[in-house]
């Protein structure tokens, strides 16, 4: 017994272990569960029924199963490297993808620090500029798989890609200078404790309070990130097939498009702990004799359900608004939210000089 | 000669520069069909096919059949209007000599190949002793081979009474009550 404690309480196994509680019980289903909730609230949104056949005998479970039957048809899909193909390119861009959404989740804190211990794989220094970094190595996914498809609709697509995803990160940084000015660093966990205080004891200081503006350019630069509709211009069902995957078949086609879902949860799980207080229980603090694991289990609810509850707002999105023309797409970021963005900047620097 | 030059403005307004309202009244109306179709009442239109059908009208072309006379034997007098008419050429029929000389004539075969049918309903509208009609409500014919889709003589007949829908697959291909009432057709087939 006192050799196991001794054991967990190693640095490096509690990293492991954060990492694999975190990824797999956390991020994957969470994102595998989104594919098929993507095509159950679609269908709500348009009085459709959704998905509902798949079955073991006669259960059904109100179409749950669709999602072990889509990964195991295209894990028994044929895998098509398309003639001409660069294949080692090929092989890595959903890689990239894949990685790109996952690494998003090292960061985020998913409940409060008890000691020590942080519900957190790592809380580095720099904080948000690590999911900068991340998000501009998601590119290289769409770019490489466009570039090496042999194919002129991946061409185009992994050419818009990389010029909507390439301009949108410069909001993405913008819109986040005045969080980073508020709370004073980027690192995330003090962005999240600045987050737990209150206003006259009754309003949380959370982001969307003191940032609303930077909530908007950011949430929309994070979606334009993560292709999807209003932005899936690099996509482009309608006239470009499928864009930048379009030469992808079976696994390889899917691990684009679970890449697509995480990123959901981890856009979703990212504006939680930036602008909704992330693991922090509003007016808990009024609760100081809570146990400490009860606190805990709350915290980790809270950021669920904020979670759960962005990750279907995105999807509303997607269900709601028209998708932007290219040149519609650039033009939204570069006139409008860039002047936006700065604008917050400034307006929060004025701000923030004029009360202290 | 002037023509007058209607000019519409188009230029975005301050409410639709900013997109959000636009947004927001967009996300109300797919947000309340969200809430009604989760919560709510169900708006949902959706018919799960193979277990409800939707009701179709009495008039439908469905699949078709061949009448009886009183005496249990077929109206047809393989007169050959129907397969004139077809325009889609799929009726084969070879005519007989029937014992009985009020009857004149019967078909001895009796083929319909449904799957050049475009059931436009012409035979029916053709046939002068209502010997050949479209009321069986079947509008979902599928089958594993093609020569299910070859209907006979004997199938038109006993298969379906109107209007009334049977699950069938090819293993309930229908037998005729008696195979003496099956006259062999021309092929020398005895019919199913
Ligand atoms: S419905 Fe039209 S196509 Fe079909 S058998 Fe009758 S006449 Fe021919
Ligand atoms: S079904 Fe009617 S039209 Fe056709 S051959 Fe028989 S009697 Fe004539």
Redesign the pocket.
């Known amino acids: 017994m006192q050799l196991v404690l001794e054991f967990l309480a190693l640095p490096f196994v509690q990293d492991v272990l954060k990492i694999l509680f975190i990824l797999l019980l956390f991020a994957m289903p969470l994102g595998t569960f989104m594919t098929l909730m993507e095509r159950k609230w679609s269908a709500a949104v348009q009085d459709r029924i959704g998905p509902n056949r798949a079955n073991i005998g006669s259960y059904r479970g109100r179409g749950l199963l669709h999602i072990a039957a889509d990964a195991l048809k295209s894990i028994f899909k044929e895998d098509l490297i398309p003639k001409g193909a660069d294949k080692f390119l090929y092989t890595i861009a959903p890689f990239f993808s894949f990685m790109s959404a996952v690494a998003v989740f090292a960061i985020i804190p998913i409940a409060g620090p008890i000691g020590d211990f942080k519900f957190q794989v790592t809380d580095v220094q720099p904080g948000l500029l690590f999911i900068f970094a991340i998000t501009s190595l998601g590119v290289y996914g769409a770019v490489l798989a466009g570039a090496s498809s042999n194919s002129k609709f991946a061409l185009f697509g992994g050419t818009r890609a990389s010029a909507q995803m390439i301009s949108y990160e410069v909001f993405l940084g913008l819109s986040l200078m005045g969080l980073f000015m508020v709370y004073g660093s980027t690192q995330v966990s003090i962005i999240v404790e600045g987050q737990g205080e209150h206003w006259f004891g009754l309003i949380p200081k959370w982001g969307v309070f003191t940032q609303p503006l930077g909530f908007v350019v950011f949430f929309t630069a994070l979606i334009a990130e993560t292709k999807r509709a209003p932005f899936d211009a690099p996509e482009g069902e309608s006239e470009i097939v499928a864009g930048y995957f379009v030469e992808y078949s079976g696994m390889r086609w899917s691990s684009f498009m679970l890449a697509e879902y995480i990123a959901i949860v981890g856009v979703a799980a990212l504006i939680t702990t930036l602008f909704f207080g992330g693991y922090q229980v509003p007016w808990l603090y009024h609760w100081e004799s809570a146990p400490q694991w009860l606190v805990t289990l709350l915290q980790f609810s809270k950021f669920t359900s904020f979670t759960l509850i962005l990750c279907w707002f995105q999807i509303q999105i997607r269900w709601t608004v028209p998708k932007f023309r290219f040149d519609q797409t650039m033009a939204l970021g570069w006139k409008k939210l860039l002047p936006v963005a700065l604008l917050n900047t400034v307006v929060t620097a004025i701000i923030i000089v004029a009360l202290a | 000669m002037k023509f007058k030059v209607k000019k519409v403005d188009r230029s975005e307004g301050l409410k639709e520069a900013l997109y959000i309202p636009g947004i927001a009244v967009g996300l109300k109306h797919t947000m309340r069909h969200f809430f009604r179709n989760i919560i709510g009442k169900k708006d949902v239109v959706t018919i799960q096919y193979p277990e409800e059908e939707r009701p179709i009208s009495q008039r439908w072309r469905g699949r078709h059949r061949?009448t009886r006379r009183d005496d249990g034997f077929?109206?047809?007098?393989?007169?050959?209007?129907?397969?004139t008419?077809c325009p889609a050429k799929c009726?084969h029929?070879e005519?007989g000599e029937h014992p009985d000389f009020s009857v004149e004539k019967y078909?001895v075969s009796?083929d319909i190949d449904e799957l050049r049918c475009v059931f436009c309903g012409l035979?029916v509208e053709?046939?002068?002793?209502?010997?050949?009609r479209m009321d069986t409500g079947v509008i979902g014919m599928a089958y594993h081979s093609r020569e299910s889709f070859n209907f006979t003589r004997d199938l038109l007949r006993d298969a379906y009474t109107p209007n009334e829908k049977t699950k069938y697959t090819d293993a309930d291909l229908p037998k005729p009550p008696d195979q003496q009432s099956a006259l062999p057709n021309s092929r020398g087939i005895p019919a199913l």
């Not at chain 2, 077929?74 to 397969?83: F, I």
């Open positions: 061949l077929l109206k047809c007098v393989a007169c050959y209007m129907c397969e008419v009726i029929i005519a078909p009796f035979c053709a046939c002068p002793k209502q010997a050949i």
